[in-house]
């Protein structure tokens, strides 16, 4: 009878740790909504125009399904081949390029268009409780996995408490003399099964809480001054390098000194747009905020100017990298040609800033992985000759191009020195 | 090429020692408390392990759990406009030691210079540097630097300081006692304030002094100067101990100079040929094509003996190689007349005078020397300080004003200076830290740095150097020549001054800002070598002063400079104290050096015994001799050096500095300034009777030079080095790389080497291929790469104690090898950092992959991931790799967690000031990883963005233009180094290795780890070896 206990308890492990896995597995799959906001947000929303147009019926818009797959993979390619409603689309968006997506499979688009489909518009905020219980339902699968997870330990443990003592009977019926029963939280087998599924979820929760240690994604501190840049990159359509001077020229970005905030709000004394809000839905006076610029700046309007009466303003550092990590913002905006959405988010549409990406390696190396350097367009890549023959036989795909990857870009020491 | 090279007389013998420390790279036991008892019973069980592992992690958990710390971005409240956060900016200004004044570019970042490189448009160095040029940059942030003016010790404010000064001397006459004032404004800036103060003077005092050179010249030539030299233009040289390429009056020019002559074209291999006599060995005297060895006391009759030669005279010389060295040098030297040159060392005014008319013989006089420009570096007159020092004594100095210069610490006779001050009423210094001589006056106002300052200087002259400040002052300290201004009763400060001065010279505001961004102003056109007229009446009283000279003792003292240290004045710059001196690997200490010779007579150490070799040298404790000259004694440890002549003993000046100017000084070596004395008009460094007797006590000397040492079971020593002579070379130039050829002929060959002689895989290399190429023929040890790399890769340093464990962090380490005679061998220097192999060994045993291959053709260390196991150091087969033993640079984010572990040297760099100077682009290392030389990664990054921010090829000396340099390369004074993409037909090192293709050759090439590294051989201009090579293929 032991050894069907054994075998028992390791079924019954093993249906633990493959639902544990396949519970991993679940949230990985072919998710619209993630792959959406990991892809196509920074461009595009469902219900109206950003960058690109509003994402609704898109598939209703597109005749040729096949069409949509190839322009969603390789917009550039695609628009060579003269399709008259994509050079139409493109020129509507002032000619824009879309980013490739080259890596997206069938199913992966497929995805991204039923999420796009299935999407309805989010309620009205009286009616956030309805919001609230679509949310629960999503995680509903989840819990019923567990719950009959758990009705079958309960189930097995049952039966084989059921096993035990039916044995016991048969044992006193057939005199063999009764051996001491062992109370099963005494019992070792259950006490080693148990360690190991403690063991288990400890590791999983410790190394998960490892990895996110000095991750902040979704940080969004309150500044010193409630700066929207959805007033400024947003709606008054400020271009990010008036302001932020280094992005072009070397490592950091720089945040503006206050002469540079000044050369317009000597002018601009007042707020007159639409209305503002914090995170915490709290009413912001944007003309109350200009005039805490000016104490920064010891400007009293109607005055001329002292700069160097100017005091710094100390913000809150929002993107942190590791000292150990060299980043250069030059490298990435002047010579690789990344948008900033790409890894600042829709920092037009923030009020408050809030870090967009997690900044971890994984994400760095990801992103190398699959983005194509400017290969053609930039003389320094001249040099890689070979690699030039081979896009113009076709010995490299040329759908996937050079990416950051093939020159290198995953190497330590392209960032760790 | 069967020539034995050895680093150390262990390696020389093969002694037991040696072949034991080659096996290991990590000398030492593990640091676990191992007994016999097995690991349960260890002082650290398994369960304290446990104990430890577990409370760790528990500690670690709830560190993690705390708050993400919130960080501040502080922009600029007004930005100015030419300063990018994250950008560096270079400045021209000028380094400024006393006489010394080298045009540099100051590297700024974020508002801090960190990095000093050489000027190129400066026609004198050319963009070169020095190890101390290097250095420089550290004391800036040196902690002990003087942080306010004081009087009796008290701090302070300017206008008190102003006040009690003009009220102490009023407008009485005052002595300034400067070092070497190189600066012209500043000239002008000291005859406003003596005008002001009636009866003042100047006096110039040079703690190495050339006065007998000056004064020399002022017999013969009738000018109180020193004329440029040019090497360059020199077939032969003959230096008479004068260690032109370490220490001798302007070394980087000269280097840059000889390294002209040594360069060599294959198709028509000629260089210049260069015979050194000298006493103790030298860095000079090491690059010598030939070498002959002298007592000091013997100059003299030399530099006469070869006058005689070179007229065709008898040579009257006892010793029977000496005598044959003197002709040959003459011979040399009479067969090359108008391009020869003779520079003598010596600061005795007969010696100088017999030189110059041996080089008036020669025809130098317009062609190698050069009086249309001379040197303004070095102008003190040893006789007016020793009459200023009487006169102090005598109490007829009221005022005394001292600037740069240090003659409580300088001078032989430091009593007598030290009385002397004692009776001057007011004694102000303008040092910048509290130095002997500040220690001892009243009024303490201390001057910037040369990085904080305004100012001029003209090293020689019509060639013009300026200083503009890189950083806001750090500390209440003003410039000096403000000061003077000040009391001179001047209503301008010293920049308006300086302007006024310069404005109208460089063509008003417009000139002035383009002189300043340049940094120089030079001669419109480069004047063409001129001569001055000879006076021949003085040869012959000193040829008879030199005949009736006292004759040697038994033993004679040569005192001598460091090429890092000098004469002491930034002996407080950790980077300079933990640089192993080119010739002796020694750091942080001076010493007798004495030769082997001496050594078995003196210490009864027989080099050749193998077991006394392994205890000399081995060992860090070293034998303390007693050296006593003129009544005076020193007790110092004696390092036993080749080179060095049987009765003659060498010993540094610039060490035993008061423990107020730096951590750094602290337990570093003695005072030898008193043991030099003042003879007639100048002080000499030698003395002809020097006692010494052995103390039986021992010393500790951190010498790196069995560290680092490597033999593997595939390779023997001789095929690190490659080495010929001229007429060799000449006879047979592709032996090279018929030698070559012929050994890894069963590998498939020079050309298949690389895919034949391996299992491993080929990888393609597209793109860029980093490649570097050095060549020992022009590299002259000088060490200037060494320091450049520290300070460009936050290279830590680790302290004496950590020396002497084997634990020296240097990146990039100079190895000295001997060859032939013990007594005097010759020298070769190689540059030794990690060769970037494409095959590494490093990088397949690496557990955790920390350490991989770009496919640009870099060794990459990745420092958080490696776990520290030292398997790739001990695979490595140059022994580049470095392990951290400790904490060296504050890494770590708790504080003095290395208080007892380290000593105050290194404790002191963790310091936040002495941190300013780290790279903000280079990663600082913590405890327990390797780290080793990157090629300088930061930069071929920061180069390759910015080739493709203007769309174009990366450059790598393609016209001289340049993307990257590496640090060594850049501080190289000979450009011994060439770095660059090896994939490009266009880049330097594409061309250096096709046009020296017969001398290239890689360390260790037949281990097939195919290092990215090349070097080109060196080739010593002797007529030797060309016939018994002919004979041996005879033979053969």
């Known amino acids: 009878m032991i050894p069907h206990r054994r075998i028992l308890s390791k079924v019954l492990f093993s249906a633990v740790v493959f639902l544990t896995f396949s519970l991993g597995n679940l949230v990985k799959a072919q998710d619209g909504k993630a792959l959406f906001s990991q892809n196509c947000a920074s461009c595009h929303a469902i219900d109206k125009k950003l960058t690109g147009p509003a994402l609704m019926g898109v598939e209703d818009r597109w005749t040729n399904k096949k069409n949509l797959y190839s322009w969603i993979r390789n917009n550039q390619a695609f628009l060579k081949t003269g399709d008259p409603y994509a050079n139409k689309l493109y020129n509507e968006f002032n000619k824009v390029q879309m980013n490739l997506f080259p890596n997206l499979s069938d199913a992966e688009i497929g995805a991204i268009l039923k999420y796009i489909k299935d999407w309805k518009p989010a309620a009205a905020p009286g009616a956030a409780g309805a919001g609230g219980a679509s949310k629960a339902e999503e995680g509903d699968s989840t819990l019923l996995f567990g719950i009959l997870t758990l009705i079958l330990a309960v189930i097995a443990f049952t039966l084989m408490q059921v096993n035990s003592n039916l044995k016991k009977l048969s044992d006193d019926k057939e005199g063999i003399p009764a051996v001491e029963p062992v109370p099963f939280w005494r019992n070792k087998a259950y006490i080693a099964f148990v360690t190991v599924i403690l063991f288990l979820v400890g590791g999983y929760l410790t190394t998960k809480g490892a990895i996110g240690l000095g991750r902040n994604k979704g940080y969004q501190p309150e500044q010193p001054i409630f700066y929207s840049h959805k007033v400024h990159a947003g709606i008054n359509q400020i271009n990010c390098q008036y302001c932020h001077i280094g992005v072009y020229q070397g490592k950091q970005a720089t945040i503006p000194s206050v002469n540079v905030c000044m050369n317009c709000h000597m002018a601009i004394n007042e707020y007159k747009g639409e209305k503002l809000y914090r995170e915490d839905g709290e009413e912001v006076n944007g003309t109350a905020q200009i005039q805490k610029l000016y104490e920064y700046a010891g400007f009293t309007p109607g005055q001329p100017w002292d700069a160097s009466k100017a005091k710094p303003i100390e913000w809150t550092r929002i993107h942190n990298l590791p000292d150990h990590v060299y980043f250069n913002h030059a490298q990435h905006v002047n010579a690789g040609k990344v948008q900033c959405q790409t890894c600042h988010g829709e920092i037009n549409k923030m009020d408050e800033v809030k870090q967009f990406a997690d900044l971890s390696m994984g994400w760095c190396i990801n992103c190398h992985r699959s983005t194509q350097v400017q290969f053609k367009d930039n003389g320094f890549y001249s040099i890689y000759e070979k690699y030039h023959e081979d896009l113009k036989n076709g010995k490299i795909d040329s759908t996937k191009g050079i990416t950051v990857e093939k020159i290198g870009g995953t190497e330590c020491q392209k960032c760790h020195y | ?1036």
Request: glycine share 8%.
């Open chain 2, 1 to 1036: 090429m069967d020539k034995k090279y050895w680093q150390s007389f262990g390696e020389l013998n093969n002694t037991e020692a040696f072949q034991q420390s080659a096996k290991d790279e990590f000398r030492e036991e593990l640091p676990f408390e191992a007994d016999d008892k097995g690991l349960l019973e260890a002082k650290t069980p398994r369960r304290d392990f446990l104990k430890y592992l577990g409370f760790s992690t528990a500690a670690a958990a709830v560190a993690a759990s705390c708050e993400v710390p919130v960080k501040k971005a502080i922009p600029f409240a007004n930005k100015p406009e030419d300063i990018v956060p994250g950008v560096a900016n270079y400045y021209a200004t000028t380094y400024v030691q006393d006489g010394e004044a080298v045009s540099v570019l100051a590297k700024v970042r974020d508002g801090r210079p960190i990095k000093i490189e050489g000027n190129e448009l400066s026609p004198i160095t050319k963009g070169g540097t020095s190890a101390r040029v290097q250095a420089s940059v550290l004391d800036l942030y040196d902690t002990a630097r003087l942080r306010f003016p004081t009087i009796d010790g008290k701090e302070v404010t300017f206008d008190a300081f102003d006040k009690a000064v003009s009220e102490a001397i009023g407008s009485g006459p005052a002595v300034i006692l400067t070092s070497t004032i190189v600066s012209p404004s500043t000239k002008e800036v000291i005859n406003q304030f003596i005008a002001k103060h009636p009866g003042s003077r100047q006096v110039t005092y040079d703690a190495v002094s050339y006065s007998g050179m000056l004064l020399a010249n002022e017999a013969t030539y009738g000018k109180r100067a020193i004329p440029s030299y040019r090497f360059d233009n020199a077939k032969v040289i003959v230096s008479l101990g004068a260690d032109f390429l370490g220490t001798w009056l302007s070394p980087i020019e000269f280097a840059k100079q000889y390294s002209k002559g040594k360069k060599i074209d294959e198709k028509k291999p000629e260089m210049s040929k260069h015979i050194h006599f000298e006493s103790v060995a030298s860095l000079t005297g090491s690059n010598a094509d030939e070498k002959f060895l002298h007592r000091p006391s013997e100059t003299g009759a030399i530099a006469v003996a070869l006058l005689n030669a070179i007229n065709g005279q008898a040579v009257n010389i006892s010793d029977a190689k000496l005598k044959a060295g003197v002709e040959k040098a003459a011979k040399a030297l009479a067969a090359n007349k108008g391009e020869a040159l003779v520079v003598c060392g010596s600061n005795d005014v007969n010696v100088q005078i017999v030189v110059n008319a041996i080089n008036e013989a020669l025809q130098a006089n317009g062609k190698t020397i050069d009086w249309s420009s001379t040197y303004n570096s070095f102008q003190g007159i040893d006789a007016d300080f020793a009459k200023l020092v009487d006169d102090m004594n005598a109490g007829s100095v009221s005022t005394l004003l001292v600037y740069g210069a240090n003659p409580v610490y300088t001078w032989y006779d430091s009593k007598k200076v030290v009385d002397g001050l004692k009776k001057v009423k007011n004694t102000i210094s303008f040092n910048a830290k509290n130095d002997e001589t500040t220690q001892l006056c009243k009024y303490v106002i201390p001057d910037h740095h040369y990085l904080e300052s305004w100012g001029d200087a003209e090293p020689k002259t019509g060639y013009y150097s300026l200083l503009q400040p890189t950083i806001y002052p750090l500390f209440k300290t003003r410039q000096w020549q403000d000061s003077l201004l000040k009391w001179s009763g001047a209503t301008t400060d010293y920049l308006a001054f300086l302007k006024g001065y310069w404005s109208t010279k460089v063509g008003g505001e417009t000139g002035w800002d383009k002189a300043l961004q340049d940094g120089v102003i030079n001669p419109a056109t480069l004047p063409a070598a001129a001569g001055a007229t000879f006076n021949s009446s003085a040869v012959a009283t000193a040829a008879n002063n030199i005949a009736s000279a006292k004759k040697g003792g038994k033993i004679e003292l040569q005192l001598y400079q460091k090429v890092a240290i000098g004469g002491g004045q930034q002996a407080s710059n950790p980077w300079l104290q933990e640089l192993p001196d080119p010739i002796t690997r020694a750091t942080w200490d001076n010493y007798v050096i004495i030769s082997p010779a001496l050594a078995r007579t003196l210490l009864n150490i027989d080099l050749n015994d193998n077991g006394q070799a392994d205890a000399y040298e081995v060992n860090p404790p070293k034998k303390m001799v007693k050296v006593t000259v003129n009544g005076k004694s020193i007790v110092l440890p004696s390092l036993i050096i080749p080179g060095t002549h049987p009765d003659t003993i060498g010993i540094a000046v610039g060490y035993g500095r008061a423990k107020e100017i730096g951590k750094a000084v602290e337990g570093t070596g003695q005072n030898a300034y008193p043991l030099a004395s003042l003879n007639g008009n100048v002080v000499s460094f030698t003395a002809a009777d020097a006692q010494i007797e052995a103390t039986g006590d021992t010393y500790k000397i951190a010498v790196t030079q069995t560290h680092g040492g490597y033999d593997t079971k595939q390779g023997k020593r001789t095929e690190v080095m490659k080495e010929l002579t001229l007429s060799h070379f000449q006879a047979e130039p592709a032996e090279i790389r018929e030698d070559r050829e012929k050994e890894l002929a069963p590998f498939g060959g020079l050309e298949k080497f690389e895919k034949e002689g391996t299992i491993y895989p080929y990888y393609e290399k597209p793109g860029i291929h980093w490649g570097m190429s050095v060549d020992l023929n022009t590299c002259t040890g000088c060490a200037a790469c060494v320091v450049a790399c520290h300070a460009e890769n936050n290279v830590p340093v680790v302290g004496k104690p950590e020396v002497m464990r084997f634990h020296d962090m240097h990146w990039l380490r100079i190895d000295r090898y001997y060859s032939g005679d013990v007594d005097n061998p010759n020298v070769v220097f190689q540059p030794m950092m990690c060769q970037h192999c494409d095959n590494a060994p490093c990088e397949n045993v690496c557990p955790v992959g920390a350490t991989n291959h770009s496919s640009e053709g870099l060794n990459q260390m990745t420092y958080n991931r490696c776990i520290g196991t030292r398997y790739c150091a001990n695979n490595c087969p140059y022994k580049v790799r470095r392990f951290n033993w400790a904490d060296y640079t504050g890494a770590d984010s708790f504080p003095d967690n290395q208080r007892d572990v380290l000593n105050d040297v290194v404790m002191n760099m963790n310091d936040d000031l002495t941190r300013m100077v780290l790279n903000p682009d280079v990663t600082v290392r913590s405890r327990g990883v390797i780290e080793k030389c990157s090629f300088c990664v930061q930069r071929l990054q920061e180069g390759k963005l910015k080739a493709k921010k203007e769309s174009r090829p990366l450059k790598s000396g393609e016209n001289n233009e340049w993307d990257v340099k590496t640090a060594c390369q850049q501080a190289c004074p000979t450009d011994a180094i060439v770095f660059g993409n090896a994939n490009d037909k266009h880049s330097a090192i594409t061309i250096t290795r096709e046009e020296n293709k017969l001398r290239t050759f890689f360390s260790l090439e037949q281990l097939h780890v195919l290092p990215n590294v090349n070097y080109l051989a060196k080739v010593r201009n002797i007529e030797e070896g060309a016939e018994a090579k002919k004979e041996e293929k005879e033979h053969a």
